[in-house]
């Protein structure tokens, strides 16, 4: 079903017709939320927000066809309230790190892990763009088509986001060696 017909289901009062368009959406938020947070259970959070925000208000989207941007974008309301409320000068050193693979010392990793931690902090840097594109690209494995349907942005700027990012990240490294 389209995301009209399970908008307009739900609001003749089939709640399954929620269900099927939060799970359809679920990883989408999370993937928004964790990007821009960078914490686990923030993004868990600001997931049962959005999804709070969604039963509340669906009834004032006007076009039903443009939900997946309007969910965006309530997404990241959530995400800027929370950065704003958060303390300030937090550190780099006390971001979640848990989805960073941990090095194997015995199976010769330990360079390939701090290497990634390295890589992983210096991503943490980027503009909120940039990083974005970066994540949902590299880390999460979506096309450059996917990602800008995502962000709702164009193809090109993806290409030139992720060329940029690439660029800083160069210079950062120029930086550090």
């Not at 330990?110 to 840097?125: C, K, P």
């Not at 494995?141 to 700027?157: C, F, H, P, Q």
């Amino acid at each position: 079903m389209s995301d009209e017909a399970l908008i307009a289901g739900y609001l003749r009062g089939d709640a399954s017709a929620l269900a099927v368009l939060w799970t359809r959406y679920d990883g989408f938020v999370y993937g928004i939320a964790r990007s821009v947070t960078r914490r686990h259970e923030v993004a868990e959070d600001i997931r049962q927000e959005v999804f709070i925000t969604l039963m509340g208000r669906i009834d004032t989207l006007e076009c039903h066809a443009k939900f997946a941007a309007w969910l965006r974008t309530v997404t990241y309301n959530a995400c800027k309230t929370w950065l704003r409320g958060r303390r300030p000068g937090m550190p780099l050193d006390d971001l979640d790190e848990r989805h960073v693979p941990r090095a194997d010392p015995a199976a010769g990793a330990l360079e390939n892990g701090e290497t990634h931690t390295a890589l992983r902090r210096a991503v943490d840097r980027l503009d909120l763009d940039h990083r974005q594109v970066v994540e949902l690209y590299y880390y999460e494995g979506y096309s450059v088509a996917k990602v800008a349907e995502m962000l709702d942005i164009a193809e090109t700027t993806v290409k030139w986001r992720l060329h940029k990012a690439r660029e800083s990240l160069r210079r950062l490294q120029s930086l550090y060696t």
